[in-house]
T-cell receptor, first 114, second 114 residues
Framework: AQSVTQLGSHVSVSEGALVLLRCNYSSSVPPYLFWYVQYPNQGLQLLLK??????LVKGINGFEAEFKKSETSFHLTKPSAHMSDAAEYFC????????????FGSGTRLQVQP | DGGITQSPKYLFRKEGQNVTLSCEQN?????MYWYRQDPGQGLRLIYYSQIVNDFQKGDIAEGYSVSREKKESFPLTVTSAQKNPTAFYLC?????????????FGPGTRLTVT
């Protein structure tokens, strides 16, 4: 079975500050990992994905994430927060075997203060 | 433009009534998925389909039904047996095979049952 834990349901940063959203996964097989962003009352948009190539993955809007197998983590970062980054962020995992559907974390709502 | 269409965006029903949520995609994807989103719980998988005329239960299938008669369409029926149907429902699709399991999401339907 696979699962995802996102630490911190709410994160608040100042505009221009570092954004760090945490994600830890549990998977019995090598995982594929994703970060999605959701703006209010909208669907999810893919930010980035890890599919066993480079461990440092760059995504859209200046976000990146690093896959650390030893820590079973896939934390999302952005060097400088922008007001438009305020949204909810979801980490998700899928394995290469068995059920090929995403398992999501509970989400982290990012607030950006001016 | 290719994408996923969900209609309507807002839906209101009386308790005890069945209701069908529409999901159409023109991405030529084989796989389609239905998720339910509740505040603080992330997204939970209701049903998924990897190919036409075949579908599998997800984690919370009780009180829901689906059909997959066409590649482009994957409607979800919320039956009166679903104890707490008020939620935001998201449809997604993806290709199958290879290592590209990223899912593309529709804009969602917010269902309110009173």
């Amino acid at each position: 079975a696979q699962s995802v834990t996102q630490l911190g349901s709410h994160v608040s940063v100042s505009e221009g500050a570092l954004v760090l959203l945490r994600c830890n996964y549990s998977s019995s097989v090598p995982p594929y990992l994703f970060w999605y962003v959701q703006y209010p009352n909208q669907g999810l948009q893919l930010l980035l994905k890890y599919t066993s190539a480079a461990t440092l993955v760059k995504g859209i809007n200046g976000f990146e994430a690093e896959f650390k197998k030893s820590e079973t983590s896939f934390h999302l970062t952005k060097p400088s927060a922008h007001m438009s980054d305020a949204a909810e962020y979801f980490c998700a995992v899928i394995s290469d075997t068995g059920r090929r559907a995403l398992t999501f974390g509970s989400g982290t709502r990012l607030q950006v203060q001016p | 433009d290719g994408g996923i269409t969900q209609s309507p965006k807002y839906l209101f029903r009386k308790e005890g009534q069945n209701v069908t949520l529409s999901c159409e995609q023109n991405l030529n994807h084989d796989a389609m998925y239905w998720y339910r989103q509740d505040p603080g719980q992330g997204l939970r998988l209701i049903y998924y389909s990897q190919i036409v005329n075949d579908f599998q239960k997800g984690d919370i299938a009780e009180g829901y039904s689906v059909s997959r008669e066409k590649k482009e369409s994957f409607p979800l029926t919320v039956t009166s047996a679903q104890k707490n149907p008020t939620a935001f429902y998201l449809c997604a699709s993806s290709i199958t095979g290879g290592n590209l399991y990223e899912q593309y999401f529709g804009p969602g339907t917010r269902l309110t049952v009173t």
